[in-house]
């Protein structure tokens, strides 16, 4: 078992990079740091290129979910979680029972969840 961090909307259930609202837009794009936002996350290595995952198609039932809290940190500052969280985003840690671990972020499933706890709170 493996204790990850994952931020998604439940709206659609889907993280930062594809959640969208009830119109269809993306709700990271109203984020108020977006391009700061945005530019960072580009010099990280996408799934299919991460070490550890390094295969292409990431298969359309695995998800993109942080390897702790710190990791979470490094890649969205506590002032954009904040918002994140204030936009309906959850930050929910999630107990799996497998998945993929890359450099840089994990790959999981959903039927692979043992447990979910949503630690939001502790953002904002």
Request: proline residues 3%; negative net charge.
């Given at each position: ?10 709206f659609d ?44 198609p990431i ?16 890649w969205i ?48």
């Open positions: 078992m493996k204790s990850i961090i994952r931020v998604e909307h439940p259930n889907k993280g930062i990079w594809r959640a969208k609202d009830e119109d269809g837009e993306y709700r990271i794009d109203s984020l108020s740091t977006y391009n700061n936002f945005s530019n960072r996350h580009s010099k990280f290595q996408p799934p299919q290129s991460d070490m550890g995952i390094s295969r292409c298969q359309n039932e695995e998800f993109c979910a942080f390897k702790s809290i710190d990791s979470l940190q490094i500052t506590p002032s954009e979680l904040k918002e994140v969280v204030s936009m309906g985003f959850k930050v929910l840690l999630l107990d799996v029972s497998e998945c993929v671990e890359g450099e840089y972020q994990i790959l999981y499933r959903k039927d692979k969840v043992i447990q979910t706890k949503d630690i939001s709170n502790l953002f904002i």
